[in-house]
């Protein structure tokens, strides 16, 4: 917050005063607002219309654009034409891979920072410099993933490398937390 330019807060309250007025066009942004909102509809269009499998690990654009050629498209609609992403994550893995991806995604993530907060309590119970750093890249993941109902970004490497890391974190102090408890490693 203390180094973002002027512009972002000059940008942020246009858009809260077009969010309140319910008219979007006034926002200020050149129509992202509008478009964003768009693609949002197009995307749970997607998704309705394949519930179970989706259209495929990285077939959203494609499916957006036969979306935007096939549908009667209205003026605030032609924003979301094209080979477009949907510009949010849990939206985009939806209509990719169905409410089986999706849901099968999202239990993968939820039982590793399961295991990480449990480490983490273990860690501070140990007195153990590294809690800091297990809480930070907790942190780290919270905020690239409210990032991500702005962005799709689960087909960056950035998000599995952080949940690695998370992984390899947990597994070391589970072998640590076991150890200083006199149980070994193999409990």
Do not use: C
């Amino acid at each position: 917050m203390i180094f973002a330019p002027s512009s972002v807060w000059t940008r942020i309250a246009d858009t809260q005063s077009a969010v309140e007025s319910g008219n979007l066009s006034e926002a200020g942004d050149s129509h992202s607002a509008e478009q964003r909102v768009q693609l949002w509809k197009m995307g749970l269009r997607v998704a309705a219309d394949y519930p179970v499998t989706g259209v495929g690990w990285d077939a959203y654009p494609y499916a957006n654009a036969w979306y935007s050629r096939a549908a009667i498209v209205t003026t605030q609609e032609s924003l979301a034409r094209g080979a477009r992403d949907v510009h949010n994550t849990y939206l985009r893995i939806l209509a990719e891979t169905g409410l089986v991806g999706f849901l099968t995604w999202s239990a993968g993530i939820f039982i590793i920072i399961s295991g990480a907060l449990t480490a983490l309590k273990r860690l501070r119970q140990m007195q153990s410099p590294f809690a800091e750093t297990m809480k930070l890249v907790l942190v780290a993941l919270l905020a690239f993933g409210v990032a991500g109902m702005f962005g799709s970004l689960a087909h960056l490497a950035f998000t599995y490398v952080q949940l690695s890391l998370l992984v390899a974190m947990t597994a070391l102090t589970r072998r640590d937390w076991l150890a200083s408890r006199g149980r070994g490693a193999s409990a």
